[in-house]
């Protein structure tokens, strides 16, 4: 690595800028891909499934056809050939089960939603309207949607030609990678075990997906509402043999993605297919109700638990056993979601054995993959369930037995149980921050006094000291666990001759404010104003290099190469500068913006003076080429690890049922902050998702496979007043594994939230027995745990 933090910085790393971005994206002065018009485009409606399990018998579009306005109607038995299949990039085993995966099903469906027949028309209403005219005979077959049931011997099979419901089971054992001894030999004087159920979740972005096709003169152009364009470019050049340099793929801005938009959809090959038949441009924009059910869904993961400890709460063991539902069909990344996860179970705690088992299974319902947190809020859940419980077996504090068992700031860099070596860290001074900032004793006196008091409203205290593994990279590693991509990611910087600065990142913002912070960074590396820096992105064509945005990665992988690209930039502006201050280069210093001979300071020349040079080229020193422009890709050698601790304190009547947090505090730290209002929002963001996985969000199906929650009517995404005030509070443990430091923070707020939830509620009811509720924690359900633990009589 030669990337260094500048000599001098202009400081605008660690300043807390208001977006760039936001004043186009809040005044609608921007263009959505639903917004994108061509000439002569066409309109897409796509009929669904009713059924979670049928043989399509008959199909016929000929009633569509004959609609007013409608230029194509084709099934999938039309482009069975064309079609072939959507990709899944990581297959987790040698052996994993692979079924085909069509756009649009052929003979068969297999989950309700599932796309059968297309219209295509003038306008979106005759498109939508002619849907009607399409006739489909349905015989219904057999539905499984329980992931044991599915598992169990005779059950009926979502892919009759595969012969198993099981996708595949990957498995690590402390004691094969040699990080630890065997769980079976581990010391139990206590033995905690659990089950855990993560339910079913819809990432709700706010843009639902939006695609346009056109298919130029064999010059493709999609765009799409995604969050990997030049992921989707690759594979749609790999499914339908248009070569990849004539496909340009453009996410325009992109209204939120939380991992539902890392996909390459069905939708966006259906669109493809139809600008192919018609030979014109089309657009699809879909509902509402259509992205609840067809896409992709998240979690819906089932974890077995097993804590062995001795009875001082020292941890001698953990194993962890996972069923997770793929739905009908494997995401993009789907098999590889809980293996994200796999390492991180050991989490904060230092734990001699550990064995993790993952097991991924069929069902007629939609498919799952990526869902902000991917693996680690699951884990993150089931551990820090689980040390509340130990601490309660153990009639210890909470907090206390975590003290017992994490890693002290002194012993980093320290490699886990699970096989990750975590950088750095510094997990007492987060939480010491976080008790001090949510007043614990104090808390803990009002609880034990309202405890005494049979106050019929109780107070429940919960805790969540997380880390997670994000930063995704490096390739290496990826490649080791046979991931079908690399981690590095790319940048360029282009110094214009009057000195302003365009930034060509391959990360693919759709939320995230990469515009601020990536100008602050290039502020400070280059001494620019920046005002005077454009980033652009999310268009394969001046972005023709990168590998997108999740896994909180755009910072610590792709921030660090337009560090490493501006200091290429900086090194040949050097060389001009020194030339027309008429030195030598290595006698010349960088501040504030320009390069200045040592002991000279009165003469100076900038990067804005290098780039005109550059721009004449009448004086340029010998063999230098006229160009500042740079690239950088980086691969870093490492995943980086933020952490923080989180307290909750909730009310919980438990008459009705009804939870109300009352304090929700975060003391969370991601290393060095380029923008701490950036990172103050991804925290508010990602704490109400996880507050809405324990409290509000479910995606239910029926027992036939309908989704019932299939609009915002009954899948309850929270506003603004169900959720409690936010209190952060950082703590800045650099990252050593890049020059910047930095960590990521995109999805720790969710990861972190959501046990901290659940512990505060089962906190405020263990003294009624109750050591469980499940998500999402809804009034009636906690009802129910209290009566159920009361022996029925609430
Ligand atoms: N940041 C910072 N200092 C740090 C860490 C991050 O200033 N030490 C800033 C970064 O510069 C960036 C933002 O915080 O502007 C998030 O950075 P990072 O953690 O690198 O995450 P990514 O940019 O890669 O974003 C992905 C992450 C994921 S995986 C999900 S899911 C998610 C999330 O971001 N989806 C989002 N946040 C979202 N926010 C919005 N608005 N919409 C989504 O869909």
Redesign the pocket.
Known sequence: MTATIPETAAGEVGRARLRKEDARLLTGRTRWTDNVTLPGMLHLAILRSPHAHAQISRIDVSGALAAPNVIAAFTGADVAERQGSLPCAWPVTEDMVHPNHPALAVDEVRHVGEAVAVVVARDRASAVDALEGVEVEYEPLPVVLDMEEALAEGASLVHSDKGTNKAYTWVLDSAEIGTGSSVSAAEAEVTIQRRYVQQRLIPS?MEPRSIVVDPGAGEWTMWSAT?IPHILRLMLALVTGVPEHKIRVIAPD?G???????QVTPEELITFLAAERVGKPVKYTETRSDAMVSAHHGRDVIQDITLTARRDGTITGLSVKLLSNMGAYLGLVAPGIQLLGAQLYNAIYKIPAYRFECTGVFTDTTFTD?????GRPEATYAIERTMDELAAELGMDPLDVRRRNWITHEEFPFTTVGGMTYDSGNYEAATDRAVELFGYDEMRAEQRQRRESGDPVQLGIGVSTYTEA??LAPSRALGAARYGAGGWESASVRVLPTGKVEVVTG?S??????E???S?IVADQLGVAFDDIEVLHGDTRTSHKGLD???????????IALVMACQKVREKARIIAAHLLEASPDDLEFAEGAFRVRGTPDVSKTVADAAFAVFTAHNLPDGVEASLDSDATFDPINLSF?HGTHLVAADVDTQTGRVRIRRYVCVDD???????L??E??IH??VAQGIAQALYEEAVYDTSGNLLTGSFVDYLVPSAADLPTIETDRTETPATSNPLG???????G?IASTPAVINAIVDALRPYGVNDVPMPATPERVWRALRDAQGGAA
């Not at 990526?370 to 991917?374: E, L, S, T, W």
């Not at 913002?509 to 990469?514: L, Y």
């Not at 930095?742 to 999805?747: H, M, S």
């Open positions: 972005f969050q992109v939120g993605g939380f991992g539902g938009k890392l990526a869902y902000r947190g991917a994000c930063g990360s913002a759709h939320g995230q404010g990469h601020t912070a990536w602050q945005t999740y896994g909180s990665r755009s910072l610590a992988v792709g921030g933020p991601c290393g060095r902050v380029i923008n701490p950036i990172v929002g991804q963001g990602g930095v960590k990521g923070v995109g999805e720790a969710t």
